[in-house]
């Protein structure tokens, strides 16, 4: 009932930029946080950056004051600008959504389809 759609993924040089892009569609009453993971391989998905509504964000100590997570509740759409890239910053992103379904109000969580991000030395 909730699509995420990804999209700004690509190959990159070290310390070049990159903004990604998730917009969320479907029977959405409300959508409370939103964030990114990512998922390098032979490791474990891990937490980007995340973007509660009305609250803080919150960073990965390894993407602090490089990256920039934002939200336009308009366009129910979250970003996430990259700067600095690193190679080990290579790994498939994914986007993170909560929020309420128009239906009865139950609460969802929905995942993107992970779009890839690979930065070259």
């Known amino acids: 009932q909730v699509q995420l759609v990804e999209s700004g993924g690509g190959l990159v040089q070290a310390g070049g930029s990159l903004r990604l892009s998730c917009a969320a569609s479907g029977s959405i009453f409300s959508i409370n946080a939103m964030g990114w993971y990512r998922q390098a391989p032979g490791k474990q998905r891990e937490l980007v950056a995340t973007?509660?509504?009305?609250?803080?964000?919150n960073y990965a100590d390894s993407v602090k004051g490089r990256f920039t997570i934002s939200r336009d509740n308009a366009k129910n759409t979250v970003y996430l600008q990259m700067n600095s890239l690193k190679p080990e910053d290579t790994a498939v992103y994914y986007c993170n959504v909560a929020g309420k379904l128009v239906t009865g109000k139950s609460s969802f969580i929905s995942w993107g389809q992970g779009t890839q991000v690979t930065v070259s030395s």
């Open positions: 973007l509660p509504g009305g609250g803080r964000t």
